[in-house]
């Protein structure tokens, strides 16, 4: 568990910095290459941290988890899935969805903590699910969102079936990498 809790601080430390008044400061000390090379280590870092803590966890009960929630899981991610597709790629959604991976992750980390009733599963969705949250109130406050143009709507298709061609993927394996298979 100590090593999911160390992984979730730094992953999320690191991913403050972007909305940080000192990120300008750190990109022109250090040049945008390094800055970004160093953010992708230390995210990285964090994440391998993530899975590898949550892999070592011990099932600690905190409650029973909702009858429904595994249902709102499987009918809520592919959602998830193509909104976090949609934040890196070309597409119309982006003109109405102001941040879709954050949205993104906000719909996965709360229908996972609906389906799952256990120590490790809250630190790590409620972890991800406040961090999106808090992020999308800075990005929104901040004035960081930039205004999308408009693409082709073939975009939108290409956005939507890579999303369910990736939850498919994760459907797939989602024993395998997380250990409970569905």
Same mark, same amino acid.
């Given at each position: 568990?100590?090593?999911?809790?160390?992984?979730?601080?730094?992953?999320?430390?690191?991913?403050?910095?972007?909305?940080?008044?000192?990120?300008?400061?750190?990109?022109?000390? !250090?040049?945008?290459?390094?800055?970004?090379?160093? =953010?992708? #280590?230390?995210? *990285? $870092?964090? %994440?391998? &941290?993530?899975?590898? /803590?949550?892999?070592?966890?011990?099932?600690?009960?905190?409650?029973?988890?909702?009858?429904?929630?595994?249902?709102?899981?499987?009918?809520?991610?592919?959602?998830?899935?193509?909104?976090?597709?949609?934040?890196?790629?070309?597409?119309?959604?982006?003109?109405?969805?102001?941040?879709?991976?954050?949205?993104?992750?906000?719909?996965?980390?709360?229908?996972?903590?609906?389906?799952?009733?256990? !120590?490790?599963?809250?630190?790590?969705?409620?972890? =991800?699910? #406040?961090?999106? *949250? $808090?992020? %999308?109130? &800075?990005?929104?406050? /901040?004035?960081?969102?930039?205004?999308?143009?408009?693409?082709?709507?073939?975009?939108?298709?290409?956005?939507?079936?890579?999303?369910?061609?990736?939850?498919?993927?994760?459907?797939?394996?989602?024993?395998?990498?997380?250990?409970?298979?569905?």
């Amino acid at each position: 568990m100590t090593l999911l809790i160390i992984g979730t601080i730094i992953f999320f430390a690191i991913h403050l910095v972007p909305s940080a008044p000192f990120k300008e400061t750190l990109v022109a000390s !250090l040049g945008a290459n390094r800055y970004k090379a160093i =953010f992708s #280590l230390i995210s *990285l $870092l964090g %994440l391998g &941290l993530i899975i590898y /803590g949550f892999s070592l966890s011990h099932f600690v009960p905190l409650w029973e988890p909702l009858a429904w929630g595994r249902t709102l899981a499987f009918s809520t991610m592919p959602l998830a899935v193509i909104m976090m597709c949609a934040a890196d790629m070309p597409n119309n959604i982006k003109r109405f969805v102001r941040h879709p991976m954050l949205i993104g992750l906000i719909l996965w980390s709360g229908t996972h903590l609906a389906a799952n009733g256990d !120590l490790a599963s809250t630190i790590l969705f409620l972890s =991800f699910g #406040l961090f999106a *949250l $808090l992020d %999308l109130v &800075l990005v929104t406050v /901040g004035g960081r969102y930039k205004a999308k143009e408009a693409v082709s709507f073939l975009w939108d298709l290409a956005v939507v079936a890579a999303g369910l061609i990736l939850y498919g993927v994760f459907i797939y394996f989602h024993g395998g990498i997380t250990g409970m298979p569905l």
